[in-house]
Nanobody, 116 residues
């Protein structure tokens, strides 16, 4: 059974930084595309960053240049470095594991709150 455990969320002032981590177990981590999604109150869950098994990254325009996703396959961990945070970045951040056969697994989420 795949488990994804996020950490690193919290309260930060606008302009500040946070680093999220997600440790995966129960999967061959290096084969998976890993991603971070966020969900703000009343809004749909949206992708904020993804990294393929070969290290190709993908970001929406809203976070490009501010967020960086990386992975450490030896530690089964994916990171999200978030800089220049804005109040609009507030939400619950979820770690996503997309298996090669198309199945998704999700973490429990970690709250990020950016105050103005």
């Amino acid at each position: 059974q795949v488990q994804l455990v996020e950490s690193g969320g919290g309260l930060v002032q606008a302009g500040g930084s946070l680093r999220l981590s997600c440790v995966a177990s129960g999967t061959i981590f290096s084969l998976n595309t890993m991603g971070w999604y966020r969900q703000a109150p009343g809004k749909q869950r949206e992708l904020v960053a993804a990294i393929s098994s070969s290290g190709i990254t993908n970001y929406p325009d809203s976070v490009k240049g501010r967020f960086t996703i990386s992975r450490d396959n030896a530690k089964n961990t994916v990171f999200l470095q978030m800089n220049s945070l804005k109040p609009g970045d507030t939400g619950v951040y979820y770690c996503n594991c997309k298996h090669p056969w198309g199945i998704d697994d999700w973490g429990q989420g970690t709250q990020v709150t950016v105050s103005s």
